[in-house]
C-alpha cells in the first residue's frame, strides 16, 4: 500500500490503483486524488520482476525540528 505524502492529503492507494514512472528523479506515482508526486524506491527481484516500496518523505523547513542550541 502507498500513502501519498502530501500533509493534507493522506490518501491510500495499492499498487495496482497508481501509474509508476521516471519523471527524471527516480521513479514516482502521482496521487490520483492531488496530484503530489510521491517518491518510490525500485528494487529488482531475483525473478526479474520490480518491487517498489515507498520512501518516506524528508523533513523540511516547516516540519523540521528546531536546531538544538549551542554551548559556549
Given amino acids: 500500500m502507498f500513502v501519498c505524502q502530501n500533509q493534507p492529503c493522506g490518501a491510500r492507494w495499492m ?3 497508481v501509474v509508476i ?3 527524471g528523479q527516480g521513479p514516482i ?3 490520483p486524488l492531488c ?3 510521491n517518491r518510490l524506491m525500485a528494487s529488482h527481484r531475483a525473478d526479474g520482476s520490480i518491487d517498489y516500496k515507498q520512501l518516506r518523505r524528508e523533513a ?3 516540519d523540521a525540528a528546531p536546531p538544538k542550541a ?3
Avoid: I, L, Q, V
Fill in 15 to 17: 499498487p495496482a490503483e
Fill in 60 to 62: 523540511s523547513g516547516a
Fill in 70 to 72: 549551542r554551548r559556549s
Fill in 35 to 37: 496530484g503530489a508526486r
Fill in 29 to 31: 506515482f502521482r496521487c
Fill in 21 to 23: 514512472k521516471n519523471e
